[in-house]
Structure formats: structure tokens, C-alpha cells
């Protein structure tokens, strides 16, 4: 059964660090672009950031350029997301997807994590 599990998420005071972690069993995912969404109470889904299946393009929602780095290791088939300078709107369910090359919509997406980032 092809999944993606994500982990890393928690409490943590604004200014802090988190970084989650997206496994994917089940399939590969080398051929899939990769890419972190989150969702806050009352709101829409979100794009975060995205990262090309050879891993050499990245792509940031301004909210989150410069703070948060995301990256993939395809030998552990793995995804990360590295939050730095977390602020109380950082807030949400964070949820890894994973879109196969060629793909306009996503194949694959996690049941999500809880960040919590306090004032």
C-alpha cells in the first residue's frame, strides 16, 4: 500500500525550530516532484514549498522564503522540511503530497502533522 507518513511536528515558542520528515513507502520517490502544504483552523489548504524530482529546483510561498528549507534524500525515500523562525501564523496540519513528472495533480498525500507555534 503506497503512503506517505509525515512526522516531526509539535510545540514549539515563535522564534524556534522544527523540522519534519515525509516517508514514503509503497512506491518511490524518485520520479515525484515533492511538496509541503499546510492547513490553519478556518483556512484553505496551502501551498509551502515544492522540490523537482532531481531535487536541483526549489520553490517557496513567500510567507515562507527565507525561513523554511526544504529538501529530499531519493536513497531513503525521504522529504524534509526545515522551519526556522517560526512565527504563531506558521500555525497548522502540515501535509507532504508527492506529483509524478508529467502530472498535474497529486498522486500521494500524508494524513498530515500539527505545528503549533506559540506567541
Known amino acids: 500500500q503506497a503512503q506517505l507518513v509525515e512526522s516531526g511536528g509539535g510545540l514549539v515558542q515563535a522564534g524556534g525550530s522544527l523540522r519534519l520528515s515525509c516517508a514514503a513507502s509503497?512506491?518511490?520517490?524518485?520520479?515525484?516532484?515533492m511538496s509541503w502544504y499546510r492547513q490553519a483552523p478556518g483556512n484553505e489548504r496551502e501551498f509551502v514549498a515544492t522540490?523537482?524530482?532531481?531535487?536541483?529546483?526549489?520553490a517557496y510561498a513567500d510567507s515562507v522564503k527565507g525561513r523554511f528549507t526544504i529538501s529530499r534524500d531519493n536513497a531513503k525515500n525521504t522529504m524534509s522540511l526545515q522551519m526556522n523562525s517560526l512565527k504563531p501564523e506558521d500555525t497548522g496540519i502540515y501535509y507532504c503530497?508527492?506529483?509524478?513528472?508529467?502530472?498535474?495533480?497529486?498522486?500521494?498525500w500524508g494524513q498530515g502533522t500539527q505545528v503549533t507555534v506559540s506567541s
Open positions: 503530497a508527492g506529483r509524478r513528472r508529467f502530472m498535474t495533480s497529486y498522486q500521494y
Open positions: 522540490i523537482s524530482w532531481k531535487g536541483n529546483d526549489t
Open positions: 509503497g512506491f518511490t520517490i524518485t520520479s515525484y516532484h
